[in-house]
């Protein structure tokens, strides 16, 4: 059997083409909670939050962050807070081992549930999620900033309330809108408390900005955090604009996902270089292999979904599968 080592020694290297912010400034806030910041406008409105770092390799959320503290925003009603979640994970960073730093002890984005928060386990991922868990319980609107394993379109994820698909279309970009329940091994923070909720007023996106190190990733994550807080309501285009993109983003597409593979050793082996996206014509097209068992798509123009062997074993989830729906 591989070794996870092995694995990822087979898998194409990124450049780190972005450089690593020094967060340490940002460690005292205001809320109490450290590496969280809030602005008050004074004036009623929701609370709107950007978190970044829920994965310590994830750097092109904390430069936004970084660079949303440093502007000094001012909100023109509610309440802006601005965080970084996985600071343990994101100061060991090693660039000779990219992979190794997502989390510490388990990955952050699975815990979210009041079983894991309110039980008895403990983890450097579990400690810093109960210290989030006050401030996350007080807002309305979150958007939670991650970037990708391999290079692929940038994604905005919606989940699967009807509440948070209109979400990701106020907000407007990125281009592919994944509809989906999450994963099986744990709830991501997208899916917490009232964010999941389909009677809740709280909605939530988790945008994944692209390859992890690209520059390209650093400025699709300002672009979404800016369309972000014009889509809430709480800062105006016209103040934001310098930060954004240029020109008109590219219009939606959605596409739903039906089912996670799962990889149950590190044998799992994609069939071709998938980065995401790639739309597979015929159902029954073998896309992955693990020892004997043959994995294939369940119908045609299956698309792939976010595809990576780098944080592969028992239980993880490699792919999604989905389909292009219509809105």
Not at 276 to 282: D, H, L, N, P, W
Request: hydrophobic share 40%; with cysteine; net charge negative.
């Amino acid at each position: 059997m591989k070794t996870l080592e092995q694995v990822r020694a087979q898998l194409k290297h990124y450049p780190v083409e972005v450089e690593f912010p020094d967060i340490a400034k940002w460690q005292h806030g205001n809320t109490g909670v450290d590496y969280v910041h809030s602005i008050d406008s004074g004036v009623a409105g929701p609370h709107v939050m950007i978190l970044a770092l829920m994965h310590g390799n994830e750097v092109s959320g904390a430069i936004t962050v970084g660079r949303l503290l440093q502007a000094g925003l001012r909100p023109l009603k509610g309440r802006i807070t601005l965080g970084f979640a996985n600071v343990e994970a994101y100061r060991r960073f090693d660039a000779r081992n990219p992979d190794a730093t997502r989390y510490v002890d388990e990955d952050m984005n699975r815990v979210w549930s009041s079983s894991r928060l309110d039980g008895a386990e403990d983890s450097v991922e579990l400690r810093r999620a109960r210290e989030l868990r006050p401030i996350i319980d007080t807002v309305d609107y979150m958007l939670d900033l991650h970037s990708m394993h391999e290079e692929a379109p940038p994604l905005i994820v919606s989940g699967p309330l009807e509440k948070g698909i209109r979400f990701a279309a106020d907000v407007g970009a990125p281009e592919h809108v994944i509809i989906d329940v999450g994963h099986p091994n744990g709830k991501r923070m997208r899916d917490y408390a009232g964010f999941g909720d389909p009677a809740s007023a709280k909605n939530a996106l988790l945008i994944e900005t692209g390859q992890h190190f690209s520059t390209r990733s650093k400025d699709v994550a300002m672009d979404s955090a800016c369309r972000f807080l014009i889509a809430t309501g709480v800062m105006a285009e016209l103040d934001l604009r310098a930060f954004m993109l240029a020109g008109a983003p590219a219009p939606q597409r959605f596409f739903r996902v039906t089912e996670p593979v799962v990889a149950t050793s590190y044998d799992f082996e994609f069939a071709e270089d998938y980065r995401g996206m790639e739309i597979i014509a015929k159902a029954g097209t073998v896309i992955a292999r693990e020892g004997a068992r043959e994995f294939v798509t369940p119908y045609d123009n299956c698309v792939i979904v976010m595809p990576s062997l780098r944080q592969l074993g028992p239980g993880v989830t490699v792919v999604r599968l989905g389909h292009v729906v219509a809105r």
